[in-house]
C-alpha cells in the first residue's frame, strides 16, 4: 500500500517562503491526482491545491492563488508545495494527498482522495 510523506515544513516569518515535498513510497502507483490540504487547530481540513495526473491541470483555493504553486518532479515521484509570500493566517498542518481512482470532477474535495500522508507544521509568525 502506498505511503506518502511530507516534509518541509517549519517557522517561518510573515512574506518569508517554504516548499513543502510529498513523497511517495512507490514510484509508480497509479494515480489520478495529488492533492495538498491542510488544517488548522479547531478547523476543518481545507483544500489548498491540486494538480490532474493525466494533464498537469492544476487548481488552488482562492485564498493562495498567486502565492502558492503546485508541481511535481520529472520522474513522478514527488510532489511539491511552493509556499510564497507566507500570511499568519497560513499556519497549519499541511497534508498531502492522493486519489487513486478515476473521479469526475476537480480534485478539490478531500473525500475524493484515498491517501493521506502524516502532516508537516507550517507555522507563520506575524
Known amino acids: 500500500q502506498v505511503q506518502l510523506v511530507e516534509s518541509g515544513g517549519g517557522l517561518v516569518q510573515a512574506g518569508g517562503s517554504l516548499r513543502l515535498s510529498c513523497a511517495a513510497s512507490?514510484?509508480?502507483?497509479?494515480?489520478?491526482?495529488m492533492g495538498w490540504f491542510r488544517q488548522a487547530p479547531g478547523n476543518e481540513r481545507t483544500f489548498v491545491a491540486g494538480?490532474?495526473?493525466?494533464?498537469?491541470?492544476?487548481y488552488y483555493a482562492d485564498s493562495v492563488k498567486g502565492r502558492f504553486t503546485i508541481s511535481r518532479d520529472d520522474a513522478g515521484n514527488t510532489v511539491y508545495l511552493q509556499m510564497n509570500s507566507l500570511k499568519p493566517e497560513d499556519t497549519a498542518v499541511y497534508y498531502c494527498?492522493?486519489?487513486?481512482?478515476?473521479?469526475?470532477?476537480?480534485?478539490?474535495?478531500?473525500?475524493?482522495?484515498?491517501?493521506w500522508g502524516q502532516g508537516t507544521q507550517v507555522t507563520v509568525s506575524s
Open positions: 512507490e514510484r509508480t502507483f497509479r494515480r489520478y491526482a
Open positions: 494538480m490532474r495526473w493525466t494533464d498537469d491541470s492544476t
Open positions: 494527498a492522493a486519489q487513486l481512482a478515476l473521479r469526475p470532477g476537480p480534485p478539490v474535495l478531500a473525500y475524493r482522495y484515498d491517501r
